[in-house]
């Protein structure tokens, strides 16, 4: 195994293994997959600190595992914006993205079904680490263009510079490891 980075996250202890996204940055993978502990634990945690909410809202990532538990321990719907269109989806909005860990723009889409679900609701936007905060302007812009009010944006971490924002919720701070 390579070089990891070791942490506790919502009192659970784990290591992280880092990865390179340039020749002068590396990033320490927090995977959720398969990490049912670790979901359910991050997701009570998230849920004692964010605001009253109505529905949750997540991109179609790493974090859809997260957003279905906080739905399931809120008792609260949750909606996922996709990353391509679906045939039973009526006249779909769209909004680009670009993230840290993808090499390409992204396109994120709401049906008219899901927009009806959040339009003039609290939502709440959940993402399992928020680092340069591109994800999250999509998904604010989703909100927007929904007639949606954002209740808070959530993370389990917070990367890099993302950890001084004062407008997401987060368990723990992740750095970034220059070379």
Do not use: W
């Not at 398969?34 to 997540?58: C, H, W």
């Not at 269109?85 to 008219?112: E, F, W």
């Amino acid at each position: 195994m390579g070089k990891t980075y070791k942490m506790q996250i919502a009192g659970l202890e784990r290591e992280l293994p880092l990865c390179a996204v340039s020749d002068s940055l590396d990033i320490a993978a927090f995977i959720i997959f398969g990490d049912v502990e670790l979901t359910v634990a991050a997701s009570s945690e998230l849920l004692k600190k964010v605001p009253e909410f109505d529905v949750i809202l997540t991109p179609e990532a790493k974090s859809i595992p997260l957003a279905y538990e906080m739905a399931r321990q809120s008792g609260k719907p949750y909606i996922v914006a996709r990353k391509g269109t679906k045939v039973y989806m009526r006249d779909p909005i769209c909004v680009n993205v670009r993230s840290i860990t993808t090499n390409r723009d992204q396109v994120l889409y709401l049906g008219q079904d899901e927009i009806d679900a959040i339009k003039g609701k609290r939502v709440l936007i959940v993402d399992d680490v928020i680092s340069t905060g591109e994800s999250l302007v999509a998904v604010r812009m989703l909100l927007e263009k929904s007639g949606a009010n954002e209740a808070a944006a959530c993370a389990v971490l917070a990367e890099g510079d993302a950890a001084d924002r004062d407008d997401i919720v987060f368990l723990d701070k992740l750095p970034l490891f220059f070379k």
